[in-house]
């Protein structure tokens, strides 16, 4: 299983737009300049996060980018249905029906062991990436983030919104 890399780059773009101030957006340009990113595949993958109600925009003063809900209401897993899709990782071909051992009287009603394996090991990992929220990540993020680098995150985000900024992860 490979995730395009849309997913790693909106993901870190959400823990971005987590910590700023309510009402507060961020321009695409600057999201992909704090990763060194391209600004038009940046802008690509915001605008599928827009279509999936996960960030929102706006214009004017304070305009930009934002989440469009809390953090915590934003799993990873719907980070990766709005870049990669919702698709099942494993597509069983039913190769079990073909082939010299199969008889005509064979039953195929149950999925074969194979696509019930795989089944249960894409169930856990929506689990996990379900359980798992942008503002848990950027609460632990937080907490193991040096002092030099919240400073410069605070010096950064000044510069980008106009204004001072405060650093406060929201729960």
Known sequence: MKLSEGVEW???ACLLLSIL???VGLAAKAIAEFHDLAPAYMAKHLQALKRAG????????GGGYRLARDAAEVSLLDIVGAIDGNEAMFRCSEIRRKGPCISK??????PCHIASAFGRADNAWRAELAATTIAQIAKRTAENSSETNRDDLVQWLSMKL???FTLSVRS
């Open 10 to 12: 909106t993901a870190h």
């Open 105 to 110: 009287q064979a039953s195929f009603r149950a």
């Open 162 to 164: 106009g204004e001072p």
């Open 21 to 23: 101030p309510p009402g």
């Open 54 to 61: 996960i960030v929102e925009t706006s214009k004017g003063p």
